[in-house]
């Protein structure tokens, strides 16, 4: 995966692919690393040597050092939170403040955003969509009603503390209504209007600085939240996320044009995951299913959520391949199925509407499909110590041909575990 200009890394399934520790590697190449959508809600787990990091909002670049971070304007900043994390990494020696840099255009979560993700869960009672609480869906709400904040908008504060007051003050209306606890509008523009000092500094023009370097021959990495799956317009809705999740948005989130990336790398792990509600046709009920959870340890970086578990969905990753643009695949976890018999891709639903072997728009024909699958023989062998793909079992390597087969997107890296080295290069 080098020789590129500018790479776009997405997770080509619900999220949780595995994203943060591929973004940590290929980021030792590139010159700058932006995160282009989401907000707090991602969660990104690497591993350097010994040592675990957990990162939200902050690019994952962000643990070489020299490299540049950048937040797009499509993303919301939980201005709270974003400072948490910065704390942390300059408390453990990472000298991050003068590596990052946010967008003017970058939208505001604020507390209020988040009661009003609670309140609008507990309203939709069983149909709720399984956030992650983070404020989300109404920071996005915000932006598209054209009443959101921006981070440019700090830059006089008279003008900031009228917006945070009038928007807060629409949101107490709301929660009114949702006869939940109301906020002091007061006190969240005196608590934002403290941060300012801080957050002006690092105000930048994200499109300006990538389209700089790569003008300049500094590969950039533009670095996707959530998954294919997730994505507003193109995954399961209404039980998605409010952004978009895959390759395009990287265009929009950042403020460059589509032409500038020449290559789109999705994330995808072995086997299927979903945290939330919503249709998984591959999922695995029962004991089988609970083993794979546990033995991925697939539960939510952000909120501790054990994750729904399913087989490798094959119709999922082709639909991904297409809406994304794949030119390459990361196969993650491949040593999760290290001590299965048989090991399972789903290759087509059986609906009410027949056979499909394309992924639907049609929910209700999701949540009754009956998957359609193949049974390949396990490997049934260690794969954490392998280091060259000539190295991995041989049903092993049948399993990564099949999913290149069935994709028709070449694999470029295989992960065995949670290290930096367990990362497999193709080629
Ligand atoms: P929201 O993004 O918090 O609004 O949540 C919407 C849906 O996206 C829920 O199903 C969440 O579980 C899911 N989601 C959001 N962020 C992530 C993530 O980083 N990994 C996996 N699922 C996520």
């Not at 040592?51 to 939200?56: T, V």
């Not at 069983?126 to 915000?142: F, L, S, V």
Request: hydrophobic share 40%.
């Amino acid at each position: 995966m080098s020789g590129y200009r500018c790479l776009v890394v997405v997770g080509a399934q619900w999220g949780d692919e595995g994203k943060g520790k591929i973004v940590d590697m290929l980021a030792e190449e590139a010159g700058l690393v932006a995160r282009y959508q989401g907000g707090a809600n991602a969660g990104h787990t690497v591993h350097v040597g010994d040592e675990e990091f957990i990162l939200h909002q902050i690019p994952s670049g962000i643990l070489h050092p020299g490299k540049r971070c950048l937040l797009g304007n499509g993303v919301v900043l939980d201005v709270e939170q974003f400072f948490q994390e910065l704390d942390g990494l300059i408390a453990r020696g990472i000298d991050a403040e003068a590596r990052v840099g946010i967008s003017g255009r970058a939208h505001l979560l604020l507390d209020y955003h988040k009661r009003l993700d609670h309140a609008s869960e507990q309203a939709r009672g069983p149909a709720r969509i399984g956030t992650t609480g983070k404020g989300i869906g109404p920071a996005y709400e915000d932006k598209i009603a054209r009443r959101g904040i921006r981070v440019g908008d700090l830059r006089i504060p008279e003008r900031a503390r009228e917006l945070v007051i009038e928007a807060a003050s629409a949101a107490n209306e709301r929660l009114r209504a949702n006869g939940t606890e109301l906020i002091d509008p007061a006190r969240i523009a005196d608590q934002l209007l403290e941060r300012r000092a801080r957050i002006l500094p690092l105000m930048t023009d994200v499109g300006l600085e990538i389209t700089r370097s790569v003008a300049a021959g500094v590969p950039v990495l533009l670095e996707g939240a959530q998954g294919a799956l997730l994505d507003v317009d193109h995954g399961t809705y209404p039980f998605v996320t409010a952004s978009t999740t895959t390759a395009a948005g990287a265009a929009t989130g950042t403020g460059i044009g589509p032409t500038t990336i020449d290559s789109v790398l999705g994330v995808i792990k072995a086997y299927t995951t979903r945290v939330g509600s919503g249709p998984l046709p591959s999922e695995i009920d029962g004991e089988l299913g609970i083993r794979l959870r546990d033995l991925g340890g697939e539960y939510g970086a952000t909120t501790g959520r054990p994750r729904r578990c399913g087989w490798f969905d094959a119709v999922v990753a082709r639909y991904s391949a297409r809406v994304n643009g794949l030119t390459a695949l990361a196969l993650t976890k491949l040593d999760v199925l290290d001590t299965f018999k048989e090991i399972q891709i789903v290759t087509g639903y059986q609906t009410d509407a027949g056979l499909l072997d394309e992924f639907p728009d049609d929910l209700s024909l999701l949540e009754g499909a009956r998957p359609v699958l193949e049974t390949m023989p396990g490997w049934e062998s260690p794969t954490q110590d392998v280091r060259s793909i000539g190295q991995l079992p041989d049903r092993a390597r049948r399993y990564i041909a099949r999913i290149e087969e069935l994709t028709g997107v070449p694999i470029a890296y295989v992960g065995v575990g949670t290290k930096r080295e367990q990362i497999i290069r193709i080629g």
